[in-house]
């Protein structure tokens, strides 16, 4: 009945069939992979959110190098560590980041190196703050560092991708991605090697700031795509099962239309009948 399937068409389409499947497969445990990744993330970043400070030291390893290089980056297991550090601000080296969205208004972000007691610095992220009038890569006027001994409190949060050249704009450096390698070159100091998202400050921080908010990445549209990517792969298999049932059927005659019956060759009834 499925001899048919042995001949060379069928067993090429069998061949593409499962080579389709099989890679459908494999871009659904490429998603599930992200799924985990993602998930993991969010979790430490909610953890973060919750547990109480740390020491610096229990999260980034301190930079060996001399000034103008940035220190290790923080294990994967380390970003969104909560820590507190205490140094002082170094407010000639204020980095502003450009391009920063926070309550769909465009502004900067502005970074201030805290330089600690034995001469390395933690570039903080003190928060958002609006563009001056005139458009949003006009550069602001940004609220002073306070001065003395400083005490911050936040999250470890590691350089990002794509980092791009760093300018001096107005006597000030400028940037549109925080690479902390790169902005290290411009500092006069060994700088660690994540970044601090601030939390909490004391003195308290200038309330022109605004938090920057931390977003938690999409896990659940890569869950879908692996629901996807397999519904497609059964599919197929299914797909090929049946178009090969309905040829089996075909060629044993099983659901075949009837031949019309020629009723003009009936013989015409008696007028008795």
């Known amino acids: 009945m499925y001899r048919f399937l042995l001949s060379p068409r069928w067993l090429g389409a069998l061949a593409l069939t ?29 953890a973060g959110q919750r ?3 740390v020491p610096l030291a229990d999260a980034l390893r301190a930079p060996t190098g001399g000034a103008g290089t940035a220190g290790p980056a923080p294990a994967e297991d380390k970003v969104w560590t909560r820590i507190t550090a205490t140094g002082r601000y170094d407010p000639t080296n204020t980095v502003l980041v450009r391009g920063r969205t926070v309550d769909s208004r465009v502004g900067f972000e502005v970074l ?3 330089v600690l007691a034995d001469g390395t610095a933690l570039l903080v992220d003190r928060g958002w703050i609006p563009p001056a009038p005139g458009g949003a890569t006009a550069q602001p006027p940004v609220p002073a560092a306070p ?7 936040g999250r470890v949060h590691e350089t990002e991708s794509g980092a791009g050249a760093v300018d001096r704009r107005d006597g000030r450096l400028e940037t549109r991605r925080i690479g902390v390698s790169r902005l290290a070159r411009e500092l006069p100091y060994p700088v660690y090697g994540g970044y601090l998202l601030l939390d909490e400050q004391t003195p308290a921080a200038d309330p022109v700031f605004k938090a920057v908010t931390v977003g938690h990445a999409n896990n659940w549209q890569n869950f879908g795509y692996v629901v996807q990517w397999w519904l497609f792969a059964v599919m197929a298999l299914f797909g090929y099962g049946w178009v ?9 005659g099983i659901g075949a ?3 019309p019956m020629d009723r003009a ?6 007028a008795s009948a």
């Open 147 to 153: 001065t003395g001994d400083v005490t911050v409190v």
């Open 257 to 259: 239309t009837p031949t």
């Open 112 to 114: 201030t190196p805290l």
């Open 18 to 46: 499962l080579v389709a499947a099989a890679v459908m497969v494999l871009l659904g445990n490429w998603q599930l992979d992200r799924y985990r990744g993602r998930t993991e993330v969010n979790e430490r970043i909610d």
């Open 51 to 53: 547990m109480a400070p």
């Open 244 to 252: 090969a049932r309905r040829e089996a059927r075909r060629a044993d």
């Open 265 to 270: 060759a009936e013989p015409t009834p008696s």
